[in-house]
């Protein structure tokens, strides 16, 4: 995998924009199979900051129902990316 295939996608939302501001903290949406050092090595190499650490959880998918079927969405990996005080991720900007 190269790390355009690891990490998918910025998450923006209330509480990631706080943790940017208060912690230098980013959330990104990663691929399932990808472990904590690869995380890393694809922040790093994509947006040429340091990172200092990374937590990861597993985000259960929601089950949809539309009428008498039901369905579930799927499970994703969510990244917590913490980088070091002097460097920022432009994306989360809005530049």
């Known amino acids: 995998m190269n790390e355009y295939d690891i990490v998918l996608r910025p998450i923006i939302t209330e509480k990631s924009s706080l943790l940017k501001d208060n912690a230098n903290q980013y959330i990104f949406e990663v691929h399932r199979d990808a472990n904590k050092i690869e995380i890393k090595k694809a922040i ?8 200092l650490s990374v937590r990861i959880s597993i985000m259960d ?19 917590i ?15």
């Open 44 to 51: 790093e190499k994509l947006f040429k900051v340091k990172v």
């Open 61 to 79: 998918g929601k089950i949809r129902k539309l009428g008498k079927f039901s369905g579930k969405r799927p499970d994703w990996k969510k990244a």
């Open 81 to 95: 990316i913490k980088v070091s005080p002097k460097d920022k991720i432009t994306i989360f900007e809005g530049a």
